[in-house]
Every structure is written in C-alpha cells, then in structure tokens.
C-alpha cells in the first residue's frame, strides 16, 4: 500500500543553477534602486459652489523631468513629473502652461527650507532676497489655487537628496536625454488612494468670558466689549498652511489681552464695569463663516449689551502703520469715539493708526472683513489690521510665505499694547488722561516670551478648519488657555457653509527610484539568455550526453489512438 503512494518527483540537481539564474534574470528586468523617500504635500482639491478647483489628482507614477523645454515634440509631457525650483519658475510660463490646460504627469514645486514651518527663525526684516521670494511664492500660490489642474501637483522642501536627484535630472535632460520607459532615469512614485470628499466639515468657536463688576443687578446687565480673532487658515498646500501672520498673530495678541485682562479683573478693586468677551472663531478665510454663525448663537440681550467688537487681524509684519476697518461711517460718534481712543495711544507708542471705511453689501455673501458679520446684526464693529485693503476671498489667510521668519513679536507686541490700553482707558473712563494702565515695568506688563511660545506653536501647525477634528489638539490647547484666563468658556461647533468642499489626502510619501533603460534591460537579457542556454547545454551533455541534449529540443512522435 505504501509502494503505491508515489512520492513527489525532485527536481533535477542539473537544473539547480538555470533555476538560479532565471530568478535573477526576472529581478533585473525591472530592477531600480530606491534614491531617497520625501514628505511632500498636495496642492489643495476644493470645490466652490460646485466649481472644482486645485489639484484633481493624488497618485503619482511617472519619470521625471526638469524643464517645460528639455522634451523634444516626440516625448509626451503627460507621462512625465515636472521637477520645478520655485525660486528658479517661470509665473508667466507656468501661468500658460495651466491656462491652456495642457497635460502633465505631474507637478512637483520645490520650495527653499526657510519656508518650511518646522524651521522657527525669528524675523529678521529687510532681507531683500527672501521678501521677492515671498512675493514670487505668493503669486504661484494665487495662481494655483484659482486653477482646476487634472493632474498631481505636490509640494516638498529642497534638501541635499531631492537636490542632487535634480541635478542629474536636469543633466540628463540638457543631453537631449529626458527620462522615459526607453531611456531610464527617476521616477518618482507617491502611492495614495482616490482623494474623498470631506463630509460636513467642523467649524469650531471658543468663546471666553470675563465679568465686570456687579453693581446692584445682573452683571450681564453690564455692557460687554468683545475682543475677537479668526484662528483659521487657508493655503494652496493645507498642510502647510500655519499663517504666522494671519492670523496666528491675531490669536497671539487676544491670548495676551485676555491674560492681561483676568489679571485686571481678579482683584474686585480693579475689576471694570465692562464684561468682556473673548471669541477665537474658526471659518474666516470662507467669509468668516464661524463668526456669522456664533453671533446667531448669542440671546439678543448679549447681543444688545455689546458696546463695541475689535477684531484682530494680521498684526505681525514690519511697520508702525495700522489701520482701523468700519463699515460704519466714519463721522458716527461711536467710531470717532473708538478711533480716537487708538489714535492716541498709537502716538504714545510711536505707531500710526488709519481709518477705513468700507460700506458693506447686504446682499452679497462676500464678507471682507471679520467685523463686517456684526455690522450686519447692526453691531458697532471693527477690525485692526496692518492690511490696507482685504484679501480677496481665500486669498492672503495662511499662504505658504506666512511663515515665522515673516513675524515680528515686537510688532505684535506694540500691537497688544494698543489694543489692551485703548480698551482699558474706555472701560476706566481714562481717555485723553495719558494713564498708561499696562506699563512696561509694571504687573500688568506684556509678557514677551508668552507672545514667544504661542507665536512659535502656531507657526508650526497648520490649521485648515475641515482637516481639524472637534478634538484637536490646537483646538483643546486653545479652550485651555482661554478657561486660564476667562471665567466661563463655551464651545461651539458648527457646519461649514456647503458652498466649500473639501478633499482629503493633502501629504504623503514620494519615493525617488533610480530605473534602468528598456534597452539595458534587453542587453541584459539577451546577455543573461545566451548565458542560461550555454550553461544548460553545457551540463545537459556533460551528465547526460549529447544525444539527450539532441532529444531534449526533438518533437515527440505523435500518438493515434485506435478506435475501440
């Protein structure tokens, strides 16, 4: 019985070797060499009113290359990963290139370091060079991401390995040799699935709030001035988008007012007749969505105890010139009242302070400025801000040049110093008086190296509202902060205006191989070939003899099969 089991038939030692060798064969035919892994970050994807703009595309698989012009009219640009130094580009040929919506394999843009949010410099100013790189950077940014581009378009910092690969890009492509499936040279891979949409993304508001003192009723009988900043941003690579400036500076400057604040008002001798309202509002960049949606929250007794609303925006650049924004006339005794108050203060602190009036439309859903939302709720409001005019929409909140290294804490400071004084001098009855409540040397003295600290957090996390969870960690560090320095703290989270739609997968992994040419790979194979038949020749007659080799290529006799 145990005859009848027939045991597998082993292979033969003579075909050890060819078995080998074929292993290797296959191996080489698509053999390439790993160069170097970086972290690259898409081009945002987002729809505006149904419209698709950005980068439509995640996956990239293609050679790369280094110049719109290194390619002859035979080398099909679709199936190539442009390698683009942003400081080297070309906006104009760029600009028509994606005008006439001609096809690439990809885009991958190639930003210097000091652009990088993980490198926290202290600003500088007055370096030339860097601020034309701003410009050029934020004019790519513009262009792109008002564009509906059907292809990958990547973002990553140039380093010793992206830039050496470029360099032999770029030395292949100056040879009249760009790099194809014939040909060989990089190819640069970044493996991510089909990006989704983001369903019913979270806006959230943190609301802070800090009473005067009782008198013989309810302090919410009081009057109230809100102090109020958009924490948000919006940029052309959202992973990238940590807006030192804008507004990281704004929501720097309310955390230092409201510590500032609670320290005034944790003594009862001190404590103002004013309640006073801290709001860290989320949506600015989509028209202040977030804001429009916690005034609504408000019963309309809060909303009629408001005294007045400042809204803090982008007070960090280099400059002494800041400018107060109503949509009020400026002749309205409210706003003379306010205007006045920062005017004076400015020129004790050697800044200057402008008015600008801006009516606003009803009707449109454009909203250009945060406190043009309570001028609509008939609400006396408005914004400081070192910006003249205001951005267009998604425009100028978080770009990719709003970095650290564009900050000045010292502005940021003065600006704190404006704000808080000019609030306090209104809630003491102190205009025109020369008190200065917050002296330098004094308790109540801004702390420069808390400025410091939440300066650098904010300028190395990015802050896109619907890539950030209800409990994010940014989101909680900041509910924490303002329930240090605030009495009661409320959060609110609400849903995003469907107007903006939003996609997923904005960073990933490239990897950079280094691939042989098809034609190696035949040379090889053609080499490797007559190799294996030689050698199997060879051990065929030496074992067996030749009349076996002969036998091994010879057509076996036909077999009939008789009929029954």
Same mark, same amino acid.
Not at 242 to 270: C, M, Q
Not at 330 to 339: D, K, L, S, V
């Given at each position: 019985?145990?005859?009848?089991?027939?045991?597998?038939?082993?292979?033969?030692?003579?075909?050890?070797?060819?078995?080998?060798?074929?292993?290797?064969?296959?191996?080489?035919?698509?053999?390439?060499?790993?160069?170097?892994?970086?972290?690259?970050?898409?081009?945002?994807?987002?729809?505006?009113?149904?419209?698709?703009?950005?980068?439509?595309?995640?996956?990239?698989?293609?050679?790369?290359?280094?110049?719109?012009?290194?390619?002859?009219?035979?080398?099909?640009?679709?199936?190539?990963?442009?390698?683009?130094?942003?400081?080297?580009?070309?906006?104009?040929?760029?600009?028509?290139?994606?005008?006439?919506?001609?096809?690439?394999?990809?885009?991958?843009?190639?930003?210097?370091?000091?652009?990088?949010?993980?490198?926290?410099?202290?600003?500088?100013?007055?370096?030339?060079?860097?601020?034309?790189?701003?410009?050029?950077?934020?004019?790519?940014?513009?262009?792109?991401?008002?564009?509906?581009?059907?292809?990958?378009?990547? $973002?990553?910092?140039?380093?010793?390995?992206?830039?050496?690969?470029?360099?032999?890009?770029?030395?292949?492509?100056?040879?009249?040799?760009?790099?194809?499936?014939?040909?060989?040279?990089?190819?640069?891979?970044?493996?991510?699935?089909?990006?989704?949409?983001?369903?019913?993304?979270?806006?959230?508001?943190?609301?802070?709030?800090?009473?005067?003192?009782?008198?013989?009723?309810?302090?919410?009988?009081?009057?109230?001035?809100?102090?109020?900043?958009?924490?948000?941003? $919006?940029?052309?690579?959202?992973?990238?988008?940590? @807006?030192?400036?804008?507004?990281?500076?704004?929501?720097?400057?309310?955390?230092?007012?409201?510590?500032?604040?609670?320290?005034?008002?944790?003594?009862?001798?001190?404590?103002?007749?004013?309640?006073?309202?801290?709001?860290?509002?989320?949506?600015?960049?989509?028209?202040?969505?977030?804001?429009?949606?916690?005034?609504?929250?408000?019963?309309?007794?809060?909303?009629?105890?408001?005294?007045?609303?400042?809204?803090?925006?982008?007070?960090?650049?280099?400059?002494?010139?800041?400018?107060?924004?109503?949509?009020?006339?400026?002749?309205?005794?409210?706003?003379?009242?306010?205007?006045?108050? $920062?005017?004076?203060?400015?020129?004790?602190?050697?800044?200057?302070?402008?008015?600008?009036?801006?009516?606003?439309?009803?009707?449109?859903?454009?909203?250009?400025?945060?406190?043009?939302?309570?001028?609509?709720?008939?609400?006396?409001?408005?914004?400081?801000?070192?910006?003249?005019?205001?951005?267009?929409?998604?425009?100028?909140?978080?770009?990719?040049?709003?970095?650290?290294?564009?900050?000045?804490?010292?502005?940021?400071?003065?600006?704190?110093?404006?704000?808080?004084?000019?609030?306090?001098?209104?809630?003491?009855?102190?205009?025109?008086? @020369?008190?200065?409540?917050?002296?330098?040397?004094?308790?109540?003295?801004?702390?420069?190296?808390?400025?410091?600290?939440?300066?650098?957090?904010?300028?190395?996390?990015?802050?896109?509202?619907?890539?950030?969870?209800?409990?994010?960690?940014?989101?909680?560090?900041?509910?924490?902060?303002?329930?240090?320095?605030?009495?009661?703290?409320?959060?609110?989270?609400?849903?995003?205006?469907?107007?903006?739609?939003?996609?997923?997968?904005?960073?990933?992994?490239?990897?950079?191989?280094?691939?042989?040419?098809?034609? $190696?790979?035949?040379?090889?194979?053609?080499?490797?070939?007559?190799?294996?038949?030689?050698?199997?020749?060879?051990?065929?007659?030496?074992?067996?003899?030749?009349?076996?080799?002969?036998?091994?290529?010879?057509?076996?006799?036909?077999?009939?099969?008789?009929?029954?």
């Amino acid at each position: 019985m145990a005859n009848s089991q027939r045991r597998p038939a082993a292979l033969d030692p003579v075909y050890y070797p060819v078995v080998a060798l074929a292993l290797i064969l296959v191996a080489c035919v698509d053999f390439c060499d790993a160069v170097t892994v970086v972290d690259v970050y898409r081009l945002v994807q987002y729809d505006l009113s149904g419209v698709p703009f950005g980068s439509r595309l995640a996956t990239l698989n293609h050679h790369a290359g280094s110049s719109f012009f290194a390619s002859s009219s035979t080398v099909d640009l679709s199936r190539t990963v442009l390698m683009l130094p942003v400081r080297e580009l070309d906006l104009d040929l760029i600009k028509e290139y994606i005008g006439q919506g001609k096809l690439l394999g990809g885009l991958l843009l190639l930003l210097p370091p000091q652009f990088s949010p993980e490198k926290v410099e202290t600003a500088v100013g007055g370096d030339e060079d860097f601020d034309l790189l701003r410009n050029k950077v934020s004019e790519l940014e513009r262009l792109l991401i008002h564009a509906n581009i059907p292809y990958p378009v990547y $973002f990553a910092f140039e380093d010793d390995n992206i830039n050496a690969v470029l360099a032999e890009v770029k030395r292949n492509d100056a040879s009249g040799q760009p790099a194809t499936a014939t040909t060989g040279g990089y190819k640069l891979v970044v493996a991510a699935s089909d990006p989704k949409k983001i369903a019913s993304p979270t806006i959230t508001n943190i609301q802070g709030w800090l009473p005067g003192l009782k008198s013989d009723g309810d302090s919410s009988q009081l009057p109230t001035i809100a102090i109020v900043a958009s924490y948000d941003t $919006f940029g052309a690579a959202p992973a990238l988008s940590v @807006g030192s400036d804008s507004n990281g500076s704004g929501v720097v400057a309310l955390l230092e007012i409201a510590r500032l604040f609670s320290v005034l008002y944790s003594n009862p001798k001190t404590r103002g007749r004013y309640n006073l309202l801290f709001g860290l509002t989320s949506g600015g960049p989509y028209n202040f969505n977030g804001t429009q949606k916690w005034l609504r929250s408000f019963d309309q007794r809060l909303r009629e105890s408001i005294d007045y609303a400042i809204c803090l925006n982008s007070l960090g650049s280099f400059g002494n010139e800041l400018h107060l924004h109503v949509s009020k006339p400026p002749e309205n005794t409210y706003i003379q009242q306010i205007f006045q108050g $920062f005017s004076s203060v400015a020129e004790e602190s050697g800044l200057q302070v402008g008015l600008k009036h801006k009516k606003i439309n009803i009707s449109s859903p454009r909203v250009a400025w945060e406190h043009e939302q309570f001028s609509r709720l008939r609400v006396t409001a408005a914004t400081i801000s070192e910006l003249s005019t205001a951005p267009e929409l998604l425009e100028g909140t978080g770009s990719l040049s709003d970095n650290r290294r564009s900050v000045s804490e010292a502005s940021i400071i003065r600006s704190v110093k404006l704000v808080a004084e000019s609030v306090a001098r209104h809630i003491y009855s102190q205009e025109g008086k @020369g008190t200065n409540i917050f002296a330098d040397n004094g308790s109540l003295a801004v702390n420069p190296s808390y400025v410091r600290s939440w300066l650098d957090l904010l300028s190395t996390t990015s802050r896109v509202a619907p890539f950030l969870s209800k409990s994010d960690p940014l989101i909680m560090a900041l509910q924490k902060e303002l329930a240090d320095h605030t009495a009661e703290v409320n959060v609110q989270h609400e849903t995003l205006d469907e107007t903006f739609t939003f996609y997923d997968s904005i960073s990933g992994k490239l990897h950079v191989y280094q691939v042989a040419s098809v034609t $190696f790979d035949l040379l090889l194979l053609l080499v490797l070939g007559s190799y294996l038949i030689t050698l199997f020749s060879f051990l065929v007659i030496t074992t067996r003899g030749l009349d076996d080799l002969i036998n091994l290529f010879r057509r076996p006799p036909s077999r009939k099969v008789k009929a029954v």
